[in-house]
């Protein structure tokens, strides 16, 4: 479940259809595949001083983050910056990553989600979870959408190694194939995996994911996992893109049903048009400052991925600090310092 991309492949901006074939066969069969070789490590140096720079000012505020509280101290979810200097293209324009993407979520799939998860020394254990339900509950459901059972996938994480990932620095642990187990469909909000041992030994041992400087780990979201202790004394930064399936059009990434012809033939004119947490149509991009629009505007999408992205000009800022998880993934302020809430 390890490739590396080849100088060919890299020209080409498209993975050979053998290699890109076995990856997503094993995201499908294990629920992850780690190609290395995706992002130059220069681009990942300057990265990694910005995550951890950032890092050290979150630290400073004396406070446990709220991610922190729901999951386990010193795992933090650090939103990334989102202006120039700091918007890699090599990351979120880059065609092998795409290329890779519209394998395993077909053409049409769009950026979701922007972030970066922080490992640091001293962390505890989180909870083992799962980040996405099943977008089909049932077998019959399923099979009425044409689906196969268990059914496949409609989002994929792709976690970036800015250094070399070990099991010293912590490395998440994984339970591979566990997102094909379908009991889960029938759990009660709030229930986990760690609620069923039997689960737990059929799925087990688990594994750990351990990725290369420059690699990225591709991720069934659904697949069992946790964060673990960092028994090292530097910090393990990681970032993270998630990506969803064109059919996917609620802004959170998840199926919706239940939308009329006229507001799907909306959707199929805008694609900026994502279902709000109300049922309303509205904007469901990524928000960044204006600064970084050449980074996605570098090249289009060979591959048929919608980039997902607005553009907010001076005198607004965006605070990536606050509101990861919220619409546009960070949260638009007047000009000024950009700080952690302290």
């Known amino acids: 479940?390890?490739?590396?991309?080849?100088?060919?492949?890299?020209?080409?901006?498209?993975?050979?259809?053998?290699?890109?074939?076995?990856?997503?066969?094993?995201?499908?069969?294990?629920?992850y595949a780690v190609v290395s070789g995706l992002i130059p490590i220069e681009?990942?140096?300057?990265?990694?001083?910005?995550?951890?720079?950032?890092?050290?000012?979150?630290?400073?505020?004396?406070?446990?983050?709220?991610?922190?509280?729901?999951?386990g101290r010193g795992h933090l979810q650090l939103g990334l910056r989102?202006?120039?200097?700091?918007?890699?293209?090599?990351?979120?324009?880059?065609?092998?990553?795409?290329?890779i993407v519209a394998g395993v979520l077909g053409?049409?799939?769009?950026?979701?989600?922007?972030?970066?998860?922080?490992?640091?020394?001293?962390?505890?254990?989180?909870?083992?979870?799962?980040?996405?339900p099943y977008s089909w509950k049932t077998e019959e459901e399923a099979r009425e959408d044409g689906q196969s059972w268990p059914p496949p996938g409609t989002?994929?994480?792709?976690?970036?190694?800015?250094?070399?990932?070990?099991?010293?620095?912590?490395?998440?642990?994984?339970?591979?194939?566990?997102?094909?187990?379908t009991a889960v469909t029938q759990w009660q909000p709030g229930e986990r995996p760690g609620d069923h041992p039997e689960l737990l030994e059929r799925w087990g041992p688990p594994g750990r994911m351990e990725i290369p400087a420059g690699g990225i780990c591709f991720r069934d979201p659904r697949m069992w996992h946790r964060g673990v202790p960092n028994s090292s004394d530097q910090v393990r930064p990681m970032m993270a893109l998630t990506y969803h399936a064109g059919r996917c059009l609620h802004w959170r990434g998840r199926l919706v049903r239940e939308l009329s012809d006229g507001e799907l033939e909306r959707c199929r004119q805008d694609p900026a048009l994502r279902v709000m947490d109300d049922g309303e149509l509205g904007d469901g991009r990524l928000v960044f400052e204006e600064s970084a629009q050449p980074a996605f505007a570098q090249s289009s999408s060979q591959h048929g991925i919608y980039r997902n992205v607005r553009f907010v000009a001076k005198p607004l800022r965006v605070n990536h600090f606050l509101d990861a998880h919220t619409l546009g993934g960070a949260r638009v302020v007047e000009d000024g310092d950009i700080l952690p809430d302290a």
């Open 107 to 132: 053409p049409g799939a769009w950026l979701g989600f922007y972030s970066g998860n922080v490992n640091l020394p001293g962390s505890t254990y989180q909870p083992l979870h799962a980040d996405r």
């Open 1 to 31: 479940m390890s490739y590396h991309v080849t100088d060919d492949e890299r020209s080409a901006g498209t993975i050979s259809t053998d290699k890109l074939s076995e990856i997503t066969a094993d995201i499908a069969s294990q629920g």
């Open 155 to 181: 989002t994929l994480s792709c976690s970036l190694a800015l250094t070399e990932i070990t099991v010293e620095n912590g490395a998440t642990e994984i339970y591979p194939g566990s997102h094909r187990e």
């Open 82 to 99: 989102r202006y120039a200097p700091y918007v890699k293209p090599e990351l979120v324009a880059n065609p092998l990553i795409e290329c």
């Open 43 to 71: 681009a990942c140096d300057v990265l990694m001083a910005t995550i951890l720079e950032d890092a050290e000012r979150v630290r400073a505020t004396g406070k446990s983050t709220p991610h922190e509280e729901r999951t």
